[in-house]
């Protein structure tokens, strides 16, 4: 099975594993879900992630976060998609509920959260938006 768009269903299945109050949910595993995994847990969205087996490909355990029985992550929506791009430049990058949320950016330096895309004077591909 191919999938469209693997980052949208990694977050979907994210937003779908918070509502059902699950400790951990499994997403197949590639380099790009693990460095926006990386930013998540930087930012403090998500306990971890781990590399395991998965149908006999490689996947990954992703550990939710939860804070006073709340998820951790109360929004994550998918902003660049395959059938439409969004790309701004480091002075242009959105900020997500008054700078409480991130914006996850896809820039040359790697994937990168919006504080750290500003840091650095990189734009790029805005990927999701978390808060």
């Known amino acids: 099975m191919s999938l469209t768009d693997p980052l949208g269903d990694m977050l979907t299945r994210i937003r ?3 509502q059902a109050r699950k ?3 499994m997403s197949p595993a ?3 879900r693990t460095r926006v995994l990386d930013v998540l847990q930087r930012e403090g969205y998500i306990r971890g992630y781990s590399e395991e087996e998965l149908a006999g490909h490689g996947g990954i355990r992703i550990e939710l976060k939860y804070f006073e029985g709340q998820p951790a992550i109360r929004h994550v929506a998918r902003v660049s998609k395959p ?3 969004v790309y701004s430049g480091s002075k242009e990058l959105p900020r997500v509920r008054n700078g409480l949320g991130i914006t996850i950016v896809s820039t040359p330096r790697g994937v990168l959260s ?3 895309a500003r840091e650095h004077n990189v734009g790029g591909e805005i990927l999701a938006e978390v808060f």
């Open 30 to 32: 590639s380099k790009l």
């Open 83 to 85: 059938g439409r791009r």
């Open 114 to 116: 919006d504080a750290e």
């Open 23 to 25: 400790d951990s949910v």
């Open 16 to 18: 779908n594993g918070q």
